[in-house]
Protein backbone atom coordinates (compact mmCIF):
# COMPACT_ATOMS: atom_id res chain seq x y z
CA UNK A 1 0.00 0.00 0.00
CA UNK A 2 1.03 3.78 -0.98
CA UNK A 3 1.42 5.82 1.67
CA UNK A 4 1.17 8.77 0.17
CA UNK A 5 3.45 12.30 0.09
CA UNK A 6 7.38 11.95 -0.38
CA UNK A 7 8.11 9.38 1.85
CA UNK A 8 6.89 5.70 2.17
CA UNK A 9 5.15 3.26 0.17
CA UNK A 10 5.97 -0.55 -1.17
CA UNK A 11 6.49 -2.19 -4.12
CA UNK A 12 3.34 -2.44 -6.20
CA UNK A 13 2.60 -3.17 -9.66
CA UNK A 14 0.65 -1.64 -12.94
CA UNK A 15 -2.80 -3.06 -13.60
CA UNK A 16 -2.41 -2.98 -17.75
CA UNK A 17 -5.40 -1.83 -19.96
CA UNK A 18 -8.03 0.52 -19.87
CA UNK A 19 -10.85 0.63 -17.38
CA UNK A 20 -13.76 1.77 -18.87
CA UNK A 21 -15.29 4.18 -21.80
CA UNK A 22 -14.35 7.59 -21.98
CA UNK A 23 -10.67 9.71 -22.68
CA UNK A 24 -8.72 8.51 -19.94
CA UNK A 25 -7.23 5.09 -19.49
CA UNK A 26 -7.42 6.47 -15.29
CA UNK A 27 -10.77 8.37 -15.81
CA UNK A 28 -11.50 8.34 -12.05
CA UNK A 29 -7.47 10.13 -12.00
CA UNK A 30 -8.07 12.12 -15.21
CA UNK A 31 -11.89 12.53 -15.50
CA UNK A 32 -13.32 13.36 -18.99
CA UNK A 33 -14.78 16.88 -17.47
CA UNK A 34 -11.38 17.64 -16.60
CA UNK A 35 -9.45 15.70 -19.13
CA UNK A 36 -5.83 16.48 -19.96
CA UNK A 37 -3.78 15.33 -22.23
CA UNK A 38 -0.33 15.88 -20.24
CA UNK A 39 -1.69 14.50 -16.88
CA UNK A 40 -2.80 11.38 -18.98
CA UNK A 41 0.75 11.24 -20.18
CA UNK A 42 2.14 11.11 -16.41
CA UNK A 43 -0.17 8.46 -15.22
CA UNK A 44 0.51 6.09 -18.30
CA UNK A 45 4.56 7.24 -17.14
CA UNK A 46 3.54 6.00 -13.73
CA UNK A 47 2.02 2.64 -14.27
CA UNK A 48 4.37 1.71 -16.56
CA UNK A 49 7.38 2.38 -14.63
CA UNK A 50 6.47 2.26 -11.32
CA UNK A 51 7.53 -1.28 -10.28
CA UNK A 52 11.18 -0.50 -11.81
CA UNK A 53 11.48 2.59 -9.80
CA UNK A 54 10.27 0.86 -6.96
CA UNK A 55 13.22 -1.51 -7.31
CA UNK A 56 15.59 1.63 -6.88
CA UNK A 57 13.96 2.94 -4.08
CA UNK A 58 15.04 -0.37 -2.54
CA UNK A 59 18.25 -0.27 -3.79
CA UNK A 60 18.84 3.76 -2.61
CA UNK A 61 17.23 2.32 0.78
CA UNK A 62 19.93 -0.62 1.37
CA UNK A 63 22.96 1.00 0.62
CA UNK A 64 21.56 4.56 2.38
CA UNK A 65 19.71 3.79 4.68
CA UNK A 66 17.19 6.33 3.29
CA UNK A 67 13.40 5.78 3.12
CA UNK A 68 12.75 7.76 -0.12
CA UNK A 69 9.27 7.25 -2.36
CA UNK A 70 8.55 5.60 -5.56
CA UNK A 71 7.48 9.31 -5.88
CA UNK A 72 11.28 10.64 -5.94
CA UNK A 73 12.38 7.94 -8.53
CA UNK A 74 9.60 8.91 -11.16
CA UNK A 75 9.22 12.65 -10.61
CA UNK A 76 12.84 13.05 -11.57
CA UNK A 77 12.42 11.13 -14.30
CA UNK A 78 9.44 12.85 -15.14
CA UNK A 79 10.59 15.86 -14.57
CA UNK A 80 13.64 15.09 -16.79
CA UNK A 81 12.14 13.74 -19.70
CA UNK A 82 8.93 15.03 -19.71
CA UNK A 83 7.27 12.06 -18.89
CA UNK A 84 9.03 10.07 -21.80
CA UNK A 85 7.02 11.97 -24.17
CA UNK A 86 9.21 15.26 -24.74
CA UNK A 87 13.53 15.87 -24.54
CA UNK A 88 14.35 15.45 -27.97
CA UNK A 89 13.54 12.27 -28.71
CA UNK A 90 16.14 11.07 -26.19
CA UNK A 91 13.91 8.69 -23.66
CA UNK A 92 12.78 6.83 -26.66
CA UNK A 93 15.57 6.70 -28.52
CA UNK A 94 18.23 6.00 -25.80
CA UNK A 95 16.16 4.84 -23.23
CA UNK A 96 17.41 8.05 -21.48
CA UNK A 97 14.55 9.38 -18.65
CA UNK A 98 17.41 11.73 -16.89
CA UNK A 99 19.28 13.12 -19.48
CA UNK A 100 22.54 11.66 -18.39
CA UNK A 101 25.03 13.31 -21.07
CA UNK A 102 28.33 12.40 -22.80
CA UNK A 103 28.40 9.04 -24.15
CA UNK A 104 31.29 6.65 -22.95
CA UNK A 105 31.81 8.83 -19.70
CA UNK A 106 31.84 6.98 -16.52
CA UNK A 107 27.64 6.53 -16.16
CA UNK A 108 26.78 2.82 -14.51
CA UNK A 109 24.86 0.66 -17.02
CA UNK A 110 25.72 2.04 -20.15
CA UNK A 111 24.25 0.10 -23.52
CA UNK A 112 25.01 0.52 -27.25
CA UNK A 113 22.93 3.19 -28.91
CA UNK A 114 20.69 2.17 -31.60
CA UNK A 115 20.59 4.32 -35.18
CA UNK A 116 17.85 6.33 -33.68
CA UNK A 117 19.48 7.59 -31.06
CA UNK A 118 20.30 11.08 -29.59
CA UNK A 119 24.49 11.22 -30.14
CA UNK A 120 24.75 14.08 -27.12
CA UNK A 121 23.29 11.41 -24.50
CA UNK A 122 23.59 8.21 -23.23
CA UNK A 123 21.67 5.18 -24.01
CA UNK A 124 20.81 2.27 -21.41
CA UNK A 125 18.69 -0.68 -22.59
CA UNK A 126 15.39 0.10 -20.39
CA UNK A 127 13.75 2.93 -17.55
CA UNK A 128 15.26 0.92 -14.86
CA UNK A 129 19.06 0.47 -16.18
CA UNK A 130 18.13 4.82 -16.82
CA UNK A 131 17.83 5.07 -13.10
CA UNK A 132 19.88 3.11 -11.80
CA UNK A 133 22.71 5.20 -13.35
CA UNK A 134 20.73 8.78 -12.47
CA UNK A 135 21.13 7.35 -8.81
CA UNK A 136 24.41 5.40 -8.51
CA UNK A 137 26.72 6.75 -10.52
CA UNK A 138 29.57 9.64 -9.80
CA UNK A 139 28.67 12.87 -10.31
CA UNK A 140 31.43 14.20 -12.29
CA UNK A 141 33.93 17.70 -11.26
CA UNK A 142 31.16 18.24 -8.02
CA UNK A 143 33.06 18.44 -4.79
CA UNK A 144 30.33 17.57 -1.81
CA UNK A 145 30.66 18.48 1.61
CA UNK A 146 29.00 15.98 3.40
CA UNK A 147 28.26 15.71 7.05
CA UNK A 148 31.31 13.13 7.55
CA UNK A 149 33.71 15.62 5.36
CA UNK A 150 34.38 16.99 1.84
CA UNK A 151 33.35 13.98 -1.33
CA UNK A 152 34.72 13.87 -4.47
CA UNK A 153 32.11 12.85 -7.39
CA UNK A 154 29.16 11.74 -4.88
CA UNK A 155 26.36 10.11 -6.44
CA UNK A 156 23.01 11.64 -6.62
CA UNK A 157 21.74 8.94 -3.78
CA UNK A 158 24.75 9.66 -1.57
CA UNK A 159 23.95 13.75 -1.88
CA UNK A 160 20.21 12.70 -1.01
CA UNK A 161 20.49 10.74 2.06
CA UNK A 162 23.12 12.94 3.54
CA UNK A 163 20.69 16.15 3.26
CA UNK A 164 17.78 14.27 4.69
CA UNK A 165 19.93 12.31 7.35
CA UNK A 166 21.68 15.86 8.28
CA UNK A 167 18.79 18.32 7.90
CA UNK A 168 18.02 18.95 4.69
CA UNK A 169 15.98 18.41 2.32
CA UNK A 170 14.99 16.96 -1.33
CA UNK A 171 15.16 20.42 -2.35
CA UNK A 172 18.29 20.94 -0.82
CA UNK A 173 19.30 17.68 -2.49
CA UNK A 174 18.47 18.69 -5.66
CA UNK A 175 19.69 21.82 -5.56
CA UNK A 176 22.75 20.53 -5.36
CA UNK A 177 22.78 17.89 -8.02
CA UNK A 178 21.76 20.56 -10.53
CA UNK A 179 25.12 22.37 -9.81
CA UNK A 180 26.29 19.93 -12.32
CA UNK A 181 23.56 18.56 -14.10
CA UNK A 182 22.03 21.24 -14.87
CA UNK A 183 24.35 24.30 -14.22
CA UNK A 184 22.51 27.50 -13.70
CA UNK A 185 19.14 26.54 -13.85
CA UNK A 186 16.69 26.38 -10.55
CA UNK A 187 16.71 23.13 -10.32
CA UNK A 188 15.77 21.68 -6.74
CA UNK A 189 11.96 23.39 -6.02
CA UNK A 190 10.71 22.67 -9.81
CA UNK A 191 11.96 18.79 -9.32
CA UNK A 192 10.43 18.51 -6.06
CA UNK A 193 7.51 20.55 -7.40
CA UNK A 194 7.10 17.30 -9.88
CA UNK A 195 7.76 14.42 -7.31
CA UNK A 196 4.96 15.79 -5.35
CA UNK A 197 2.55 15.81 -8.58
CA UNK A 198 3.93 12.19 -9.24
CA UNK A 199 2.89 11.35 -5.50
CA UNK A 200 -0.49 13.05 -5.95
CA UNK A 201 -1.39 11.08 -8.73
CA UNK A 202 0.33 7.53 -6.94
CA UNK A 203 -2.73 8.16 -4.34
CA UNK A 204 -5.15 8.07 -6.91
CA UNK A 205 -3.54 5.35 -9.15
CA UNK A 206 -3.25 3.78 -6.01
CA UNK A 207 -6.58 4.13 -4.80
CA UNK A 208 -8.74 2.88 -7.60
CA UNK A 209 -6.37 -0.08 -8.26
CA UNK A 210 -4.31 0.43 -11.10
CA UNK A 211 -1.21 0.35 -9.11
CA UNK A 212 -1.73 -3.01 -6.80
CA UNK A 213 0.43 -4.81 -4.15
CA UNK A 214 2.75 -8.19 -5.62
Known sequence: MYCGGVFGGSVTG???GPVGPGLSNF???NP?????QE?????????????AAASVTVAVDQDFHTNISVAVVLGWAGHESGWGVTGDGVSQGNNNYYSQTAPGSNWIGQAPCPSNANTGYVCFSDYQSSAESAFFSPI???TYQSAAGSVSGPSAAFIIADQLANGG?????FTIIGTKWAPGQNYGGPIVNTINGAAAHIDCLEKYGYLTSF
Do not use: H, M
Open 140 to 142: NAL
Open 39 to 51: VENELNFIVQNFA
Open 14 to 16: PRP
Open 169 to 173: SLTSA
Open 27 to 29: PEC
Open 32 to 36: DGKYS
